[in-house]
């Protein structure tokens, strides 16, 4: 079965839409157990695409055990009535729970946390001496190693960096994300100032990291996809996305955001 694509439009039938109306309306366990098996392959799409940017080591099946967590939120917090279609509200919620999964796990090994600190640092105080963004060159001057070194580093600290900035940088896949249920005007708000302040910042990267952050978090593109487009390997797009995390995560630390 081809998992729902969430840039198209919804192929539900009107099975699914009197599945979804006894649940809204009766909270039918049954039409709930419907809708769960019904966008169940949306699981399988995001966790085959949070995988692809990790080691082969990683089970994906163990990914898409923690998304379906995330599919049964959604299926518990949406409200048809707002317009938006299940697919869009859903896909977020998935992506994060596989990512909370990840993060439980703690699957990164401690020098790999070790090199991304440095880096941070590293980027951090160059920032503040030449107001703006260092080299690479300029980077693994201060790190004390080659330019191919930091290359190496850089693919290393990549496993570490999935998904770190989708909350922040879209407004989720696709980008028309309606605000949670739950989310207070606090809340809300918050939320927009961060997106603000991130939209800014991403907007004072190098042209060839924004160009990778713009492509991998705003098109949906794969890092294979980003690299036929600007010609260059994949290994090498994922370096450029992990200095750009970096980059991004030295310049929120510096304003105060965590």
């Known amino acids: 079965m081809t998992p729902p694509d969430p840039e198209k439009p919804s192929r539900d039938t009107p099975a699914i839409h009197r599945a979804w109306q006894r649940w809204v309306d009766e909270k039918d366990q049954a039409s709930r157990d419907v809708l769960i098996v019904h966008y169940s392959p949306l699981v399988k799409f995001v ?3 949070v995988a692809a940017g990790l080691p082969a080591g990683v089970d994906t099946g163990e990914l898409i055990g923690t998304g379906i967590f995330g599919l049964m939120d959604a299926v518990d917090r949406f409200d048809p009535s707002r317009g ?15 990512l909370d999964g990840l993060r439980a796990i703690d699957w990164v090994p401690r020098t790999v946390r070790q090199r991304s600190r440095q880096i941070e640092q590293a980027v951090s105080e160059l920032n503040n ?7 690479d060159d300029e980077i693994a001057t201060r790190l004390g190693i080659s330019e191919d070194e930091l290359h190496d580093w850089l693919s290393a600290v ?7 900035l989708d909350h922040v940088v879209t407004d989720g896949e696709p980008r028309q994300l309606p605000p949670s249920t739950d989310a207070g005007p606090d809340h809300v708000l918050e939320d927009r100032e961060m997106r603000s302040v991130m939209r800014a910042e991403i907007r004072q990267l190098p042209d060839r990291e924004r160009t990778v952050v713009a492509l991998y978090y705003d098109e949906g593109m794969t890092l294979a996809e980003i690299g ?7 290994s090498r797009v994922s370096q450029i996305h992990s200095k750009a995390v970096i980059m991004l995560r030295s310049r929120l630390t510096a304003a105060g955001i965590p």
Do not use: D, M
């Not at 036929?228 to 994949?234: A, D, I, N, Q, Y």
């Open 47 to 49: 966790a085959g695409r």
């Open 84 to 98: 938006f279609k299940f697919e869009t509200f859903a896909v977020p919620r998935i992506k994060g729970a596989i």
């Open 129 to 135: 001496e030449l107001k703006r963004a260092p080299s």
């Open 158 to 164: 990549a496993v570490a960096n999935v998904g770190p």
């Open 228 to 234: 036929s487009v600007l010609g260059v390997t994949e």
